[in-house]
């Protein structure tokens, strides 16, 4: 039953621990409906008749912040996962920290509904807008992976026996990394030139995509022996 | 295989039961879906050519109202997972019960667009009238969380064995509070300022944040000499 | 691994089989997406300044058809509940069965839709169409139920070893009566009046809400010596 | 705990594994969101008093595009599910490569839409613009089975251990099929006739619900003896 699989050893003292079962399913229900909402963007565009093919030409920046943003939550799906596998409990506190990274996954649809409009249908200081504001909602979506493995590093009676906590720490280099380069990328967006912050954002995706295993540093790699089933 | 799962012992008289595993499964994917669902009512404004930022800034009001209920649902479905940890079946009647407990989750996208409209393109009796009804929802929303528990207070063979009688009695006390005053901020937002109800709204939601782990009365704390896995 | 979970013992002849875990994730998934969507529909009226209170007010409708619809999905999944637990495996032609019943399930927000815009905008024409719409859509989505009852039936090995066939027999009332009498509350509702048809619908709802545990005839209490865990 | 379960023993050299629960899950979510979103597209007809049944009447084309993509998306799960069947463990690059199969069945919504609107709104080029469209999404989308039998293929130790390469390789022969023939249909749809081409489409789904447990070449029925459970 999933509620007797929840339940954990408790410690003598420090917050009450729950199993990471329902917080694993409700984080991959809230991925997998972001990714499918972004489809309900991509609207049939007005047309006259026989003037569809046309229509839908026009339309090609929103299909490309279609994919971007597919991407990206595929991205911050791959991420969460490996982060879930570093833990064998959560806490209320761990539990809320969770909440706010699926935030930063479930307002996705909106800065891309921003950037496909002002693509579309804006002038330079709109996409000066919508890139910020992408940016901007990526670069703020780092931070509770930080405070993620923060607090793992803190409570490490919640991390599974063969993670060490050096590797907890080293992780959090890619949050950082994102806070900076997202923050870094929508600067360039919005005093320089939107399409250079656009091109700064896909970068970013794309490193998190590669390394979305996790940087390789600590992590110890388990060996066959210790898993005998 | 879940369906093996889901069996349970039956008592000798008394209601048929079956396992929680389904139940959790599909309360976790309404709570994921609302969540989510929210971010739709984030829609880009109507703008004209370089009129893009001053529009977004027009919107505050609907970003408040996201937070405001993206908070919510996330706290109902903390307090919906220490819920469900005391049960180890369900009956057709608490189904039911759980189903009045989601049907009071699958309502908020509703008063939460109510919300952020009037806010932004209401008068103040349009106001009053949001606030009333968010509060009002809110409200209602405790009934089937009090039944629940009167529920298994009367038949505590669902209950698991560690969990006590007077611990369920004691969680009584939170939906009740909710319905006091949930239902109080409605009547500060319609006769008083809808601002007030609204501060009211915010401060009931970060109480039951903060106590969604169950309040503590009666809890037993496991041993983990208990569990020898 | 659900993989490994999904795997069961094949008969030396007859259809291969495989395990029912992911059917019912899935259809878990499309209950509580269905169940969640239809709050979509309740959208926030158009009013002038001061006019909110009295524009919620002319959507009675719109909420009525909602609670109808709500109540109707969970009814459904309670069901679909109780025919999962009935099998221990399943087969391609039952997956497609299954699909068949998510179809009646999933298109369920459509004859709500347009219920609920007839009862507010249309005239008795109008509603006599809506009444018949939801109560066809009700009586066609019997029909596979009918199928899958069938089905297991001619293939007692994908029963669960403590269901008879008598008992899978026996359950072919509750769609057949589905069937005749949601046909019988459209015909009503578009010959006589809608309003008689709508509360035909409403009955019927709940006549499936009380029965949805299966009806009781040849079911086996199980014994609690028979399952030692 | 899912977390647990997910692990897999390493290899001693190659990619990092991990189990595919949360692949299978997050794959199952974002199907059962996908073929339930659909519904969204009907909408209820524009009507004046009176007129609802002729306006229902006049969306013939949106009832049948909704048909072919639902069954369109539960051959997709069908098979999906037949593919998940043969692997034991994942790595990153599989990760990815099913991700673009899911890309491939989250955007089924908008072809779909396109072509309910130009059955219905638009002239003979628009409707061989939307066929061409719906074809030329789908047979895009067979590209990423093909990789992922490709790499299924290269990497053997991902495979269960009962399923053989030689029928990993066979398998690679239906989405060869689907790129091929949904191509043609769509070149059909474009160059010859919308409709021919639509037909075509639909030959090809049901096609692949005919044969979504996997061809049988090489599939090795398990013996029940192995199993002992």
Redesign the interface.
């Known amino acids: 039953?999933?509620?007797?699989?929840?339940?954990?050893?408790?410690?003598?003292s420090g917050p009450?621990m729950?199993?990471?079962?329902?917080l694993?399913?409700?984080s991959?229900?809230?991925?997998?409906?972001?990714?499918?909402?972004?489809?309900?963007e991509?609207?049939?565009p007005e047309?006259h008749?026989?003037?569809?093919?046309a229509a839908?030409r026009g339309e090609n920046a929103s299909y490309l912040a279609?994919v971007v943003s597919?991407t990206y939550v595929?991205v911050i799906?791959?991420n969460h996962?490996a982060l879930?596998?570093l833990?064998?409990a959560t806490t209320?506190a761990l539990?809320?920290i969770n909440?706010a990274i699926?935030?930063g996954a479930?307002?996705i649809?909106?800065p891309t509904?921003?950037l496909a409009?002002?693509l579309t249908?804006?002038?330079t200081?709109?996409r000066r807008?919508?890139v910020a504001?992408y940016a901007l909602s990526a670069a703020l979506m780092s931070a509770p992976w930080l405070l993620f493995f923060a607090y793992l590093h803190r409570h490490p009676a919640l991390l599974?026996p063969e993670v060490s906590r050096e590797h907890v720490r080293a992780q959090r280099l890619r949050p950082l990394t994102g806070l900076v380069l997202y923050g870094l990328s929508g600067l360039l967006g919005w005093f320089v030139d939107p399409i250079l912050g656009l091109v700064g954002i896909i970068v970013m995706i794309v490193y998190h995509?590669v390394t979305?295993?996790g940087l390789r540093g600590g992590w110890p790699?388990?060996?066959?022996a210790g898993?005998g089933?």
């Open positions: 039953m999933a509620a007797a699989a929840d339940e954990v050893e408790q410690p003598d009450r729950s199993g990471t079962e329902r694993t399913a409700f991959d229900g809230v991925f997998a409906i972001v990714i499918t909402l972004l489809v309900l991509l609207r049939v047309y008749e026989g003037g569809l093919l839908l279609f597919f595929g799906w791959l996962h879930v596998r833990v064998r209320l539990s809320w909440l699926l935030f479930v307002i649809p909106f509904a921003v409009s002002a249908h804006g002038d200081d709109d807008t919508a504001l599974k995509a979305s295993e790699r388990r060996r066959p898993h089933r």
